[in-house]
């Protein structure tokens, strides 16, 4: 039914560039807000950036300046550019799917870890 697969993740060196992924299906994505977030070990989990129906995007400062979210609404990907990674940056990153009356969807997760 409802799927939201992320892809893109992998060990990166510190100062390097990663796209992450997410591809959506059961969902009428272009109705939908999507998001990134991530999880570090015995971190909460956090919103990385947002992006509603309408375009607008909303950056956590911890990485606004070197990430972009954009999404293709006639493939039903949301991607997240990163570029200069740091250590800190390493943890799980979920794509979410959030729709008024309809919740959040989330997907499994894609490992990024950041070498120093």
């Known amino acids: 039914q409802v799927q939201l697969v992320e892809s893109g993740g992998g060990l990166v060196q510190a100062g390097g560039s990663l796209r992450l992924s997410c591809t959506a299906s059961?969902?009428?994505?272009?109705?939908?807000?999507m998001g990134w977030y991530r999880q570090a070990p015995g971190k909460q989990r956090e919103s990385i950036a947002t992006m509603t129906p309408g375009g607008r995007i909303n950056y956590a400062d911890t990485v606004k300046g070197r990430i972009t979210i954009s999404r293709d609404n006639a493939k039903s990907t949301l991607y997240l550019q990163m570029n200069s990674l740091k250590s800190e940056d390493t943890a799980v990153y979920y794509c979410n799917a959030w729709r008024a009356g309809v919740g959040s969807r989330w997907g499994q997760g894609t490992q990024v870890t950041v070498s120093s």
């Open positions: 059961g969902i009428i994505f272009e109705l939908n807000h």
